[in-house]
C-alpha cells in the first residue's frame, strides 16, 4: 500500500471514530497531523520559515523603540535596520528638519510623504512611511541593505545607474553609519560592499533622504 494510501486509510478512520465519539471531524488537520508524523518518522520536518528577530536585543532605548519594532514587522523588515535608519536620519528627533525640506524622524521630502499618504511631522507616520519605502528599496534591489540604503539616500536612479553603492562620498558614508547602527541594536545586516575602484568618489551633495528620482518608475504603494 502506497504512503499517500495509507494517509487517506488513517484520515478515513479519524473521521470514523470523530463521530462515533461525537467530536467534531477535522480533515484537514487530521491529514496535516498524519504528514508530519510521518515526516518525523522518517527523518524529516516541515522547513520553517525564516524569521526576523523582531526585537532590538541592544542599544539605547528610545520612546520610538515600540512603533519602530511594530512597523518593522509590519512590512518584514530587520527593526534594527530600521532604528538605525532613523538615527542617522534624524538621531530620533521628530521636529527635524534638513535645509532640502526632508522633515521628521525618517526625513522624508514632502513629495514622498505625500505619495505614501503620510504625515511626516506625525512620529508615528514617518516611521511608518519610512519603514515601507525603505521596504520598496529591499524589494526592488533584491534584499541588499546597502543598496536599499543607497537608494533611500541618493534615490534609487543613482543605484540603477552605478549597479550598487554609489560613488558619492555622502551616500557612502551614510551607508556604512546605518549599518553600523543596526549592528550595535542586534542587527546581523551585512557590511556595505567597498565601492568599485574604477570609479572615483565624488563630493556630489546628496540630501540625507532624497527620497525621489525623475528617473525611476513610479512605486505603487499600495501593494506593499
Do not use: C, W
Not at 53 to 75: E, F
Not at 162 to 175: A, F
Amino acid at each position: 500500500m502506497s504512503v499517500t494510501s495509507i494517509g487517506d486509510r488513517v484520515a478515513e478512520i479519524q473521521q470514523h471514530v470523530a463521530v462515533v465519539t461525537g467530536a467534531a471531524a477535522n480533515p484537514a488537520a487530521s491529514s496535516t497531523s498524519f504528514a508530519q508524523a510521518l515526516q518525523t518518522a522518517q527523518g524529516t520536518t516541515p522547513a520553517a520559515a525564516p524569521a526576523l528577530s523582531g526585537t532590538l536585543s541592544s542599544g539605547s532605548p528610545t520612546q520610538y523603540d515600540a512603533q519602530i519594532t511594530a512597523a518593522a514587522a509590519k512590512y518584514g523588515l530587520d527593526p534594527a535596520l530600521l532604528k538605525g535608519l532613523i538615527r542617522q536620519e534624524s538621531n530620533f528627533d521628530a521636529t527635524a528638519r534638513s535645509g532640502a525640506g526632508a522633515q521628521g524622524l525618517t526625513q522624508l521630502m514632502p513629495g514622498t510623504a505625500a505619495s505614501l499618504g503620510v504625515d511626516a511631522s506625525d512620529p508615528a507616520q514617518a516611521i511608518d512611511g519610512g519603514a515601507r519605502y525603505l521596504k520598496a528599496q529591499l524589494d526592488r534591489f533584491g534584499g541588499d541593505p546597502a543598496k536599499a540604503l543607497a537608494a533611500y539616500n541618493a534615490g534609487p536612479g543613482a543605484v540603477a545607474k552605478y549597479g550598487g553603492v554609489p560613488p558619492y562620498t555622502e551616500t557612502q558614508g551614510y551607508v556604512q553609519k546605518v549599518l553600523a547602527y543596526a549592528a550595535q541594536y542586534g542587527s546581523a545586516a551585512p557590511t556595505a560592499a567597498a565601492p568599485t575602484a574604477a570609479v572615483p568618489a565624488t563630493t556630489l551633495p546628496v540630501s540625507a533622504a532624497v527620497l525621489s528620482d525623475s528617473t525611476s518608475p513610479s512605486l505603487d504603494y499600495s501593494t506593499l
